[in-house]
């Protein structure tokens, strides 16, 4: 819904209309008060209502761990070496994803977010074949896809980013930095360092 003019944006309406008191009328501060014509509108709406929502970050973890834990218990996540194919027709993709039997939809996610030209090239075409950089990986992409397939530099770059996120320790301090903003941090270095 878009915004109505409220009684503070409209012009005029600055002085009372007339006195307090002795006129025998009833009692008003301006003219562009809601019960007046052309007034402003009480409690209109605001304008467009933003329901953006950031999860928390355990949350976030949570979400990433179980649908990666469904997906291999489900025989849906397949690791490659890398991804180079030969020929970048759509057809030899299609024919490697049947011939090994992942699914019609089908995830392709390496660690480096530039990809070898080939399988770009082969995929292109293809709506049901998606890539992905590992830093792009969330819960809904998984989801929305039958087949997840790694190479092996993602699963080592996904598996070092969950236990660091599992086993983190300055959750309160990033919950701090998230909420009153950053302050006059100390650095976390060794208390005896060798003098050179």
């Not at 007034?39 to 953006?52: C, F, M, W």
């Not at 980013?161 to 100390?186: C, H, M, W, Y």
Request: proline share 5%; glycine share 8%.
């Amino acid at each position: 819904a878009l915004g109505v003019k409220e009684m503070i944006h409209w012009y005029g309406g600055g002085g009372k209309p007339w006195q307090q008191k002795g006129t025998g009328r009833a009692r008003h501060g301006s003219t562009r008060s809601p019960q007046w014509v052309q007034g402003g509108k009480a409690h209109g709406p605001r304008g467009p209502k933003s329901n953006y929502y950031m999860l928390s970050y355990h949350l976030r973890v949570y979400g990433l761990t179980h649908t990666l834990t469904m997906k291999f218990i489900q025989d849906d996540i397949h690791i490659v070496k890398d991804l180079e194919i030969p020929t970048d027709d759509p057809q030899y993709v299609l024919d490697l994803i049947e011939s090994r039997g992942w699914g019609m939809s089908t995830l392709i996610v390496d660690n480096s977010d530039i990809f070898p030209t080939n399988i770009t090239a082969a995929t292109d075409d293809i709506r049901h074949v998606n890539l992905m950089p590992v830093y792009g990986l969330n819960v809904k992409s998984m989801l929305k896809h039958e087949t997840l397939v790694l190479t092996e530099s993602a699963v080592d770059q996904i598996t070092k980013k969950i236990i660091f996120a599992l086993n983190r320790t300055d959750v309160e301090d990033r919950k701090r930095l998230n909420s009153q903003g950053p302050t006059e941090q100390k650095l976390k270095l060794e208390q005896h360092r060798p003098l050179l």
